[in-house]
């Protein structure tokens, strides 16, 4: 992927913005970690977000369309400083009027006074719409106009500004506008946060949040679940090897939290049942129909739960090297059936 | 001739007797190495790594651990065991004796005290390490015996003899435009020396170099020559001349330490210091860089810490290595023992959502020909990331700068060597 695309894909947005809240070395890192070296830490990953009800009942009654339970992509946060930057990742702007604005609407009233103990001991909170840089007018332009209904309906919106991602000659850069540059105490010159980028590797860097969505690019559609299934892939291995029980049982839920290493908990339960989905579709199932033939009895399937019956060790000892070779095992990166409707949220269309 | 090991008693009154022994054995050694011929093979101990208790997996006791093995180990006190191999005697016959003691210093590592001749002892670790997934070398690699020697060994006096050993062999490296070599690395050869000599292949970097001088000597010369030559950065083996009396114990990357001095307890003690050394490098490795998160939303929590772990090669990998050297990494029994499906993001650039093939415990890697970023999720054991350093240097580059997070790796090791020294 080029770095152009890098900066307008959903999920590598969101992967970037966390890997600038990891400490890297100032001299080689992966992504220059702004966010880091401004004191600022990971909070919360796309966490629904419950607006009050006087706040949802005044926007009833004023016919104000908003989403009742915003969730920003990110939400770091200085404690130290009293200070939380609620990030909102897009990957281009959009209009007052498309549904997009009910979300931005809910964004401005969750950074609003009527929302400010919820951040508790936080007492700053500044919204920054995080899109790439040639898309940061037309989103100040809209935020404008979605605040400026909010106050004449009687709402409070809170503070707002903008950061752009861009791309110059081998690099990726982040351009903060003067308000979040102030808040974050960053320079608001352009800075680099990727550099060196080649036109032969693609520019991504390993990716710290799993999810199972298609991306973007329909020659790479199975590109972020390749990942989560190689990762499932190895949980269970590594579950397998640190148990030498002949029987041996599994939930979609275990190795899902095991692969996230809990991050899963933060996403919205759609999405969580989602990535169990793909363990069961092409974990377990593709495992069953492997040793139908050559033992029918090794695997049994209930609900969401996987039961290994080895027997003997050979036998064990001959499912483990099957599973090791990733040629034998062939897990599929496709898509699972979708089995209900997806509500707008994490990464939603702009 | 080769020297014979003495026969060790299984079970001795307690470990004293043990120590009365091998200081004997010792004494009997080090009178040896002066008169320039060996009696007795020289005491040495190996460092091993018992994979704690995270990611669900259960502490075990030396006597689970080695009576799986076959070592049929007996205690001669609560931490100290007597442990039995299969050995081939003069006749060629196989028979049962006591091969070494066992120590557990704590619940993680363990030491290995023996006399058997070093090629067979090496072997007989390798192969206990090989066939239990909870159990590593503790490995010093060459930035840490840098470190070691930076702290510790220079300052023991500039008249005093020291011993420094550097090893490095590209075994990856390929000219550009090279057909893959079928040449396998497989672990267990990577450790004899002899395969320096014996292999066919093409040309490639090769480097082994003894530096064996007073330490004041040695001081003055060291920096001015690793500047100029890469490999004389991959330490493969330091000297600590004894701090009691004469002679010495050498310290190899893979946890060994051979005893030249006189005195075993002497021995026992450079061994001990080097754990808590090297049992405090991990677990500073292993609290900053473990990925976590907690599972309440509660918003005071920290949902999402750990460091990467970053390392940059000094001369970047050709196209060619960089292929050679991935295609190879994964297979099973190659020296860097790493599982997973490489997904390639271009010429010099890999992703693997992988595994330690021997830890069997979860990584994440961004390889390139520049450098490598790991992600160790929690639980995962930050021996696995010191010995993806030790094989880097010694088979890939062999002058690397490592971090954890911010903090250069060298810094780590240095802290803990000052608390310790």
Redesign the interface.
Known sequence: MNPSELIRDPVLQLNLL?WM??????E?Y?VRPLFHEAGF?????D?PFALPEPVLAVAKIKEVAIRQTPSPDLLIHNQPLGKALYIEAKKSSFGADSTNANQGRAHLLAVGPACAK?????TDVLLSYHLPEDECQEMQACLETLSRELLEAGLAPGPFAMAGFGVSDHSVTYAPDPTTAAFLSLSPERQQILS?L?S???A?????LFVEDDHHDPEKVGFYR??VV??IH??L???L??NDALSFSVTARQLVL?T????V??LPLQKQKRMEKLVVENIFKRIREAWKDKHPDLIRLEGRAMTINFETDLRRDDFLDWL?D?DKTKFSDKAPPPDTPEFPGLFSES | MTPKPPVLPERPKDRFEVYRLFDGISSDGKEGIDLGRTRTPLVKSFLVEHVSST???QTRTPQEIWTRLGGSPHPIDPDFFSIQGTVRDESGDIRQTTVGYLERYDERFFAYYTTEVSQNAKKRVIKWIQKS??LDSCWFNSDLLQVLWNQDVSKRGDQRFGKLTFKHESIFEMPENAEDSEEETDDDARLEDSDFEEQAGPERRKARFDMSDRIGRIKQSLGKLQNEYSPLCALYSLRFPSRLGRGSHDLYQHGQLTNRSESFEDHRGTAFYLHQVYKKILESTESKAW?????S?N??T???????L?V?FAEPLSEATFKQWISRAFH?KNVFRL???P?W?????V?????DRHL???????I?G??M?A?L??GTCGNTFHRLVTNIQRYVCPKV?A?V??T?LTDLMAQATRVEG
């Open positions: 966390i809240t990891r400490e890297q070395p100032k080689y992966r830490e990971l909070r919360n990953i966490t919820s951040y508790s001991p936080i060196g080649d032969e590797n693609d991504a860097p390993l990716l710290l390749q990942a190689s990762q190895a949980a291995i590594c579950l090897k640190a095991d996230t290493q809990g991050t908990n933060f090791e990733g | 990611r669900g997996r997934p909870d990925s976590d998160s907690e599972t939303l918003a005071s920290r949902p999402h810490k750990g460091v990467p970053i940059r099973k599982w997973g499906e997904i993001m271009g010429p010099t650039k992703h693997v959502y992988g595994a069997w415990q979860p990584l994440n890697l961004e390139t520049e450098g970023v992600i999720p929690k700068d971090w997070g911010s250069p």
